[in-house]
């Protein structure tokens, strides 16, 4: 039987739609590697789950309507393990991506539907920014751009997005408000693109000067991760939602375990050095901590001096924040504050218990660290961690001096539990600092300074040894190392409580970026 001419008009209405920006365009990302918006979706999705929404929409310019299948923007829900998410995805083929009216309100709209019914929000970026003359003119200006709705998230489902080729305006404020976001090696983000920058000013920089991945990740720390492939970028939202509840009404997700990582906590003290100022592999202690020896890193080029990552305890998600000794000590700078302060407010914004694990000797301080507002960035970053209400526990592994010790946990701060090694070192500054600063002038003056030196440094080292705090109820325990994993097993059990662990989720309105 043959289709009526409505049901014609509507397979061929459908089928421009999936031609996207015609064959020679989708030939031409193929010969690059490149994946489609429609690809994409397909390669994070979980086999046939996509429900499409907004297909036949097109621009609102008159005579645009052929030319702007989708309006350049592919939107809808589909699943990632079985869990609903939202998705949309810049449709380069398309006038480059470009935004406009109607493929904005389509977007909303898919936004506000995972926020009010509680599903992950995906932006898979790739954008030649605002779409000219649409947004040209008071009224274009006026009915185009961000909506505020997105400011007003609330951090109440998770928001990921990844920055996947030449991407201005839309891809990279996606990005910003997000919770986690990957840039692929040889893409750019940028609020605009060289050309329009030399245009408006007269400044000449390349795309990668202005927006490459080592930009992006490792000095604003807007990108969390790095990918070699888009298929890594893909496969790298995948893992950081397994960590994530769907929305804030839910728990993370647990996964069963079988305990594998009892035998191998023996190890733990092998890992130390001997020597106090010899450096070793923070992530290997993490990694014998943890479930199945896997983390999950954010801004792992951002600051190296600080690891914030998911993990699994037991099968409960966890974040980590631990001072990585093989960087500038483990002494964070500004960037390694805003890195935490991050880390610390999406943990609490979605019920992530908090684990804290010291070996630093200071923030790190001197006139470029001032001229960036260290202090600011250091309180931000105590602020977060005395508003964070999810369980929290620290362990001072070695080495902990200063408004870093409160920063990681020490002190004062509200913890439910601290604990430190036998190998703990707590203290204002490290003891050979101390001694020159209050023996100065008895070690100018003495015989054999050496031999004076060493003794008083002895006596500030005893002084700074744990015992002290913990005979005083400073610290809960002074613990082996090989019975770290379970004594926060325990602890972790112990601060949960009757509501299982949920936050107040005091934070859950605060910036993205700090």
Known sequence: MAESPIHQELHERRQHALRMGGEAKLAARRARGM??????????????SFFEVGRLNHSDMPGMEGRTPSDGRVCGFGSIEGRTVAVKADDQTVLAGSGARVASKKSH??????????????????????????????????????????????????????????SFGSPGWYAAFSDFAVQTKGSCMAVVSPLVLEVATGEKVSSDELGSWQVQSRITGLIDRV?????????????????????SDELPPVREYEEEARARQIKLQAILPESSRTAYDMRKLLRTLVDHETIFELKPEFDRSVITCLARIDGHVVGIVANNPM?????????????????????????????????????????????????????NFYEALAHATVPKIAVVVRKSYGMAYYNMGGGNMNMDFRFAWPSADISFMA??????????????????????????????????????????????????????RDVIKKALLLARGKNGGRSERKMASWPTSF
């Open 109 to 166: 709209a898919v936004a506000m539907t995972a926020i009010e019914k509680g599903y992950p929000f995906i932006s898979l970026g790739e954008a030649g920014g605002a779409r000219i003359p649409d947004i040209q003119g008071s009224d274009g200006l006026s009915s185009s751009g961000l909506k505020l709705d997105m400011a007003l998230r609330d951090r109440r489902v998770p928001s990921v997005a990844t920055v996947m080729g030449e």
């Open 327 to 379: 960087f500038s000590a483990g002494a964070m700078g500004p960037k390694g504050c805003s890195k935490c302060t991050k880390f610390i407010v999406t943990c609490d914004s979605f019920h992530i218990p908090l684990i804290f694990l010291h070996d630093t000797p200071g923030f790190f301080v001197g006139k470029n660290a001032e001229h960036a507002g260290v202090a600011g960035q250091i309180i």
């Open 35 to 48: 994946l489609n918006a429609r690809e994409r979706i397909d390669a994070l999705l979980d086999s046939g």
């Open 227 to 247: 990918a070699e492939t888009e298929e890594d970028a893909l496969a790298l939202l995948r893992q950081f939602l397994s960590y994530m509840p769907s929305n």
């Open 431 to 484: 003891p050979e600092l101390a001694t020159e600063v209050t023996h100065g002038g008895k070690l100018r003056d003495a015989e054999d300074r050496a031999a004076l030196k060493a003794s008083l440094v002895s006596e500030m080292r005893s002084q700074s040894a744990p015992w002290r705090a913990a005979g005083l109820h400073y610290l809960d325990d002074v613990i082996d190392p090989s019975e770290t």
